[in-house]
């Protein structure tokens, strides 16, 4: 094929999306509205800088505004409406909007407190940014579709061709292999939706991409979705990714998502992703280490790190379970203790080994339990 031929689906219904985290509030007093706008509907003035916004930043990344009814202590009495933003609206946008709209309604708007928003608690969509398009509240409720039409043909030769079977494949003139650049596209896209936190954008992501989530050779260095989600230790895309894949998927280099956050630790906290993958958590690579194994090792410039030894000895990890070379947890974090550096993943072993012999000694030979009044107990077996 000589000439790339680009497609783009014929339709497209926009897609909300929430923040996964604390955002700021911006407060309107409703009902000191005075003037003009107090028997019109003054929420226009919203619809029309969404519209400016848009035509200064036509890159806007999909995004949507929140609004509820409530109470407000920023105001004296009565409902008022709040706004809130997706991740993908900067912080500008509703700095902007509250000094737009309080120029026009003669001071009644404050930014507030950083709250959640969550449909359960009242929230609902106003508007959203997507497809270089503002969606007002109507278009989004009834789920509008607008025809994007064809791409330009005079879009860059790095894009998607599509080939004789329908199947969209990357092309680089700069000579890159298709794969590569299939790779690199894959990876950076997935990437950018664990930066931007909101959990609308991922779910739109893994419901989209649904048919590539398992395959490693579709990412670069071979890491599906959920290895990138474990090791940046994003705990709603990691939730969202099981709901699809199985959690002893192997990377390229045959690694559960578990053991490849272990090996490539970074410091972030792993507690939350460890329980949501502790079905693996004496799974093996090719090597036979196990993910305590490389949390006790010291690897890639690191110690063994103790706060990921302790959360993968909670989950139940094998202490004593050996490599293929016979090496436990324990003996491979002595080995790396040369220098003393070591010294604490060490110490914790040793404990948690003893701990273990003791209660197996203990169980061994006695009954234990509570009574009613809840006293422990405990007689020889």
């Not at 999909?62 to 407000?72: C, D, M, N, V």
């Not at 025809?147 to 790095?158: E, K, N, Q, Y």
């Not at 329908?166 to 930066?195: C, H, M, W």
Request: with cysteine; glycine share 8%; aromatic share 8%.
């Amino acid at each position: 094929m000589n000439e790339f031929t680009h497609h783009r689906q014929d339709f497209f219904i926009p897609r909300v999306r929430t923040s996964g985290d604390r955002v700021k509030v911006l407060v309107v007093d409703i009902y000191q509205i005075g003037g003009h706008y107090a028997y019109v509907d003054w929420r226009e003035l919203i619809n029309d800088f969404a519209r400016q916004w848009l035509a200064r930043h036509p890159h806007q990344r999909p995004a949507t505004l929140w609004f509820s009814r409530a109470y407000s202590s920023l105001f004296n009495g009565g409902d008022c409406w709040h706004g809130a933003c997706s991740s993908n609206l900067p912080e500008a946008f509703l700095v902007e909007l509250a000094a737009f709209l309080a120029n026009t309604l003669e001071g009644h708007v404050k930014i507030g407190e950083e709250v959640i928003v969550n449909e359960e608690e009242g929230w609902r969509p106003y508007l959203h940014f997507e497809a270089g398009k503002v969606w007002d509240e109507d278009e989004i409720e009834r789920g509008g579709s607008v025809d994007l039409g064809p791409c330009d043909a005079s879009m860059s030769r790095v894009g998607i061709e599509s080939d004789s079977n329908g199947s969209n494949i990357y092309a680089d003139p700069a000579g890159r292999s298709v794969l590569e650049n299939l790779q690199r596209a894959n990876t950076a896209e997935f990437e950018e939706t664990l930066k931007s936190r909101d959990n609308g954008e991922i779910e739109h992501y893994v419901t989209r991409h649904a048919d590539k989530l398992s395959n490693p050779d579709l990412f670069l260095h071979g890491d599906t979705p959920l290895h990138m989600a474990a090791l940046a230790s994003h705990t709603d895309a990691c939730r969202q990714l099981l709901e699809r894949v199985d959690p002893a998927i192997r990377n390229a280099a045959q690694r559960t998502a578990l053991i490849h956050l272990a090996k490539y630790r970074r410091h972030e906290s792993y507690g939350r992703v460890i329980e949501m993958l502790s079905s693996t958590i004496d799974a093996a690579d090719g090597a036979g280490r196990t993910a305590l194994m490389y949390a006790a090792l010291g690897t890639v410039g690191l110690r063994g790190n103790t706060r990921l030894v302790k959360a993968l000895a909670r989950n139940g990890a094998n202490l004593a379970c050996p490599d293929n070379e016979g090496q436990t947890a324990l003996k491979l974090a002595m080995r790396d203790n040369r220098d003393g550096g070591n010294s604490a993943v060490v110490e914790l072993l040793k404990r948690f080994t003893i701990e273990h012999a003791a209660l197996q000694c203990f169980n061994a030979q006695y009954h234990c339990g509570f009574s009613w009044e809840g006293d422990f107990t405990f007689s020889s077996r």
